[in-house]
């Protein structure tokens, strides 16, 4: 098991600025702003002055003994013996060592059952042990049935043989390794001529120069459809340099970048395009950058200080989902703005809006005040939802001195209803549901708390076949929108309560092991029943 950790020690490796580095001791990860004889110091030796990821990692600023070597924030840096830190291996031989470990574990485990079989005389099946077969070698030795893998936390800065070990790659994840020189990034796209997405988030870049640039551009660009560059040091120049080089890219994530001024263009295929915790105010500033995004659907902008949606600012033509979640919008007219955009889904919530109503309020006004909302916080919202919400609005606002001009509207269509007294407008208590279990092949009827969080549903409905809830996961199937993109979503955020998912009468709830080998499913129901 040791081998699998070789890889990443190359102490003979020059430690040039902005290589990246990892302490021996802590694991706290930095970048080399300094290499060489620190003077007057007690040794007159040579030292790496680092300036560490996280504030206030060291002692100083990149100035000690009197001399600056380099800039950094105060208590960011260090000045530290080459010894104590490592830097990075190359990625195909990591990723090599990973599964051939997982190998060694599988083939130990089987041994073991055999002489077990052999000690006992008997047959048993060893469960979990066998590698799925899109990680299994090829004849030649060679992982060309894997298409999906992740080097997300490894301590590797360089592509090595990536294409002779993994040829079939169109998934990569290189997300917090020590990936810093843009000449292995185009390295690994050179290499994958069938990649489709790539992660390089949380990598500390060296700045993106006209020479990387033309190194970059130089490699024949696989298909990428997919980008993230989430909590990197990149400029925004760099990152719209970076992404106009693959003119196929559908969805583009820069969350965690502290962004101020956005503005993109030459991405025709563009998508969808993520800036959530930024530090983006405008939203005339935005709609004028993105002008040019004329296949642009979805914008997330959850996390940013937005003070307001304003109307009558030209938006991208087909953007129709927006995330505002945790923003200062602060008006309902900003809400107005949205609905005459024509909004299919939204997502608001945690605002200084939104925090002045129930959860039930929040959603009845919303879906009212925006006639064309599909999906409201990730809730499909249904017909008879609409109906309900819109005489909702109706009741709420009629003894206000200034209604919203929808109010106005919608007394037309259900009169102007008097305001409801002491009537309990919370959710319903319980649904009743039918309950999929597939890899068992059975369906049994339930009656499920609406009001309890998808922690609690995970363990009553794993709890009569003594499953694991690690193990599945539970997808909500609604009839009523059967044959749309909103008849399934799946209940993965375990805090949230279940009725915000809009479960009702007649619903039904899938039990789906997590992502297995079709023949291992088939062996644990065996055994289960």
């Known amino acids: 098991l040791k081998l699998q950790f070789l890889y990443f020690i190359d102490s003979k490796t020059r430690m040039l600025p902005n290589t990246r580095v990892e302490h021996t001791a802590t694991s706290v990860r930095g970048t080399v702003r300094f290499h060489g004889t620190v003077e007057n110091s007690p040794d007159n030796g040579v030292y790496a002055g680092v300036e560490w990821d996280k504030c206030e990692g060291g002692k100083y600023d990149g100035e000690i003994f009197g001399k600056r070597y380099f800039t950094a924030p105060p208590k960011s840096s260090s000045f530290i013996k080459e010894g104590k830190l490592r830097t ?54 060679v992982f060309s049935k894997l298409v999906n893998v992740s080097a997300s936390g490894m301590r590797v800065s360089t592509c090595g043989a990536l294409f002779s070990n993994f040829p079939s790659l169109t998934d990569l994840s290189l997300s917090y390794t020590l990936w810093s020189s843009w000449a292995e990034v185009a390295n690994v796209l050179g290499s994958l001529p069938r990649l489709t997405v790539l992660s390089l988030a949380g990598n500390h870049f060296e700045p993106l120069t006209e020479d990387c640039g033309k190194v970059l551009a130089a490699q024949d660009s696989p298909p990428l459809t997919s980008l993230t560059l989430t909590d990197t040091n990149l400029t925004w120049n760099e990152v719209v340099s970076l992404a106009t080089l693959f003119p196929t890219l559908t969805e583009l994530n820069c969350s965690n970048n502290k962004y101020k001024n956005i503005w993109l263009k030459d991405l025709p295929a563009l998508k969808t395009l993520r800036l959530d915790n930024n530090e983006v105010q405008s939203w005339n500033d935005v709609c004028e950058g993105l002008s040019g995004l004329g296949e642009l659907t979805s914008l997330h902008l959850s996390g940013n200080p937005l003070q307001s949606v304003t109307s009558g600012v030209p938006v991208p033509p087909k953007l129709k989902c927006l995330y505002l979640r945790k923003t200062a919008i602060a008006d309902w007219e900003s809400v107005d703005a949205l609905a005459a955009m024509g909004v299919r889904e939204l997502a608001m919530s945690d605002t200084p809006l939104t925090n002045k109503q129930t959860e039930h309020e929040r959603r009845c006004l919303m879906v009212a005040r925006v006639p064309t909302l599909e999906v409201f916080n990730r809730g499909v919202v249904t017909k008879n939802e609409r109906i309900d919400s819109e005489r909702f609005l109706v009741r709420y606002y009629h003894d206000a001195e200034d209604p919203p001009k929808v109010w106005d509207e919608l007394s037309k269509v259900h009169g102007k209803l008097q305001p ?90 899938e039990v789906a092991a997590k992502a297995k080998e079709k023949e291992e499913e088939e062996a644990e129901a065996e055994d289960r029943q």
């Open 88 to 141: 990075g291996g190359d990625l195909s031989s990591a990723l090599v060592a990973k599964y051939e470990t997982a190998e060694l574990h599988a083939k130990s485990l089987l041994d073991r059952s055999d002489e077990y079989n052999k000690m006992y005389e008997v047959k048993t099946r060893v469960m979990n042990v066998h590698l799925p077969k899109a990680v299994q070698r090829d004849s030649n030795g």
């Open 420 to 509: 409801l007294v002491d009537i309990d407008m919370s959710p319903k208590l319980t649904a009743c549901v039918t309950v999929r279990y597939l890899f068992l092949k059975q369906e049994t009827p339930a009656v499920v708390n609406v009001r309890q969080t998808v922690a609690v549903l995970y363990s009553v409905l794993c709890k009569p076949f003594s499953l694991d809830p690690t193990s599945v996961v539970l997808t909500h199937v609604d009839p009523e929108v059967a044959g749309t993109p909103h008849e399934r979503q799946s209940l993965t955020t375990h805090e949230r309560h279940i009725h915000t998912y809009r479960i009702k009468d007649g619903d039904f709830i």
